[in-house]
């Protein structure tokens, strides 16, 4: 079965780390543009960082550039979110996804594989 495993995730304090990983099962990272996802209650999904299928660029939403991080281990074939001095308001589901573009007749019909959602949770 095609799909993405998330692990990692739970509850820290503010100021604390937490390490998120996406392994895909039937397919290789290569080629995808790798993204982390996530949304908080009663909001909307939000892509917070991303990395290119050329691996040549990162980006990130401007609320975590500086305390994550987003990387992928070629010989592990998994992505991985670093998080550091996270806050409250990082508080959400996250989701990790992989995305191949292809397109036909205008459309992007390239396969889009997300991860189960794991919460992170930043209380004192």
């Known amino acids: 079965q095609v799909q993405l495993v998330e692990s990692g995730g739970g509850w820290v304090y503010p100021g604390g780390s937490l390490t998120l990983s996406c392994a895909p099962s039937?397919?290789?990272?290569?080629?995808?543009?790798l993204n982390w996802y996530r949304q908080a209650p009663g909001k909307t999904r939000e892509l917070v960082a991303s990395?290119?299928?050329?691996?040549?660029?990162?980006t990130y939403i401007d609320s975590v550039k500086g305390r994550f991080t987003i990387s992928e281990d070629i010989d592990k074939n998994t992505m991985t979110l670093q998080m550091n001095n996270l806050k409250p308001e990082d508080t959400a589901v996250y989701y990790c996804?992989?995305?191949?573009?292809?397109?036909?007749?205008?459309?992007?019909?390239?396969?889009?594989?997300w991860g189960q959602g794991t919460q992170v949770t930043v209380s004192s």
């Open positions: 990395i290119g299928n050329s691996r040549t660029r990162t």
């Open positions: 039937g397919f290789q990272l290569s080629g995808y543009t």
């Open positions: 996804n992989a995305k191949s573009h292809h397109f036909s007749n205008g459309r992007d019909v390239g396969p889009d594989y």
